[in-house]
């Protein structure tokens, strides 16, 4: 068909070829990635953290808690672990939380199994609703044994904002 | 119709942006295509799409910029793909121009999924704004020398 339709026609007529066939090859990849999610994600933060959904997602597999649920368990005696790094921990964290910085896990597993043993509620938190790090880390916990580990969605922005205890400095676990 | 075929230089020009955006595009589409998940918080962060839609576009872009990128350098639907590789720019400096304007701090996951700052949202906006002069010149060029298209005869080879 050469030089059949007018360049601009043929030019707009391609890329609409062009745009299927890669649309396609997006959903290919997509269905056979180790990372693939589904047709609509979980992006209403009015339902929780943020997050594509789908079994690869961060949010996959551990239960989150509000407000009202996290002080009942801090009350409680819940041991909670702050998935931030080290240095946003030492600026302000849930009063008595430990510091477990989820990109550092392997450097604190001790802590991890001493949480383990000491109580079995562990509340993981980070910055508030779009962080993914307590996921990670609740994620981890699952995977070292500690089941009951669950994610404050509302993280330490919600926490503070509520006037809840709040303390700065090292803690006891710092590196 | 002059009669007259484009320089060498002038096609060889043509055939340089050509390699180069396609590359470019094909380059930036690995790492969105390795990794879904990362790529779908990337738009999530922008914060211009509607929730329903985030997911379907974090599938979709990088298989679209892939196959415009791979089409642009063999030259097969070129002036498709380079339809494509112009409007998606626009689209890229759209976005980050409207969130550098209302000072959202965000990752433009162009290239890699790592944390930006102001002023590399800046940095990024102008080097799109350079691609995009690039792809315009490209658009504009009377032929693409070189190409499948070119060998099929879908480009013209004897006029300019």
Known sequence: MPQKHHPLVRSVIEAAVVLAIGSLAGVVNNAFSSHSIPCVGEWDKTYGVPSPGGEHAATHGNREIGLAEARRLFENGAVFVDARPAGEYREGHVAGAISIPEDEFRLYLEEVLRVGEERPMVVAYCRGMECDEAHLLAGRLHDAGINEAVVFAGGLTEWSRAGLPVEKGGGGNVR | ?160
């Open chain 2, 1 to 160: 119709m002059s009669g007259r075929r484009p320089s060498l230089i002038h096609r060889g020009l043509v055939l340089i942006l050509r390699l180069f955006l396609g590359g470019l595009f094909i380059y930036a589409s690995v790492h969105k295509l390795q990794d879904p998940v990362a790529f779908s918080k990337i738009i999530y962060n922008y914060k211009i799409l509607p929730g329903f839609l985030i997911n379907m576009s974090a599938i979709v872009l990088p298989g679209v910029e892939l196959v415009a990128g791979i089409m642009l350098i063999i030259g097969f639907m070129s002036r498709g793909a380079a339809l494509i590789i112009t409007a998606s720019l626009l689209v890229f400096i759209c976005a980050i121009s409207y969130n550098l304007a209302r000072g959202l701090e965000f990752d433009c996951g162009c290239f890699s999924f790592s944390r930006s700052t102001k002023g590399a949202a800046v940095d990024l906006l102008i080097r799109d704004l350079i691609f995009l002069a690039m792809a315009l010149r490209m658009l504009c060029a009377r032929g693409f020398a070189w190409s499948l298209d070119w060998l099929f005869g879908l480009e013209p080879k004897q006029h300019s």
